[in-house]
């Protein structure tokens, strides 16, 4: 099993930027790829970013240019940056985690953008 906890939410402004963190309870190296989702209220989960245990990356077209996913091994986390932040950003972000054929999931963090 994996555990992730996520960090590093809030409320900020539009074109302001945040942080996302999501720890990992096992060595990333073992787990095949991560990434972050979001849902706002009344939609589906989305995709926003993912990185793979190679390193590969891939977007959603709507954050292309604005947000960066990135990894530390050492640290097993995973980390969203956020630049640019639109009141459409507004949802609740899940970390996300494939190991072994199952996929985990982290509690959600709460991201708020204020026009």
């Known amino acids: 099993q994996v555990q992730l906890v996520e960090s590093g939410g809030g409320l900020v402004q539009a074109g302001g930027s945040l942080r996302l963190s999501c720890a990992a309870s096992r060595s990333m190296t073992s787990i095949n790829g991560m990434g972050w989702y979001r849902q706002a209220p009344g939609e589906q989960r989305e995709l926003v970013a993912q990185?793979?245990?190679?390193?590969?990356?891939n977007y959603a077209d709507s954050v292309k240019g604005r947000f960066t996913i990135s990894r530390d091994n050492a640290k097993n986390t995973v980390y969203l940056q956020m630049n640019s932040l639109k009141p459409e950003d507004t949802a609740v972000y899940y970390c996300?985690?494939?190991?072994?054929?199952?996929?985990?999931w982290g509690q959600g963090t709460q991201v708020t953008v204020s026009s």
């Open positions: 996300n985690a494939l190991y072994y054929f199952k996929t985990y």
């Open positions: 990185v793979q245990r190679g390193g590969s990356t």
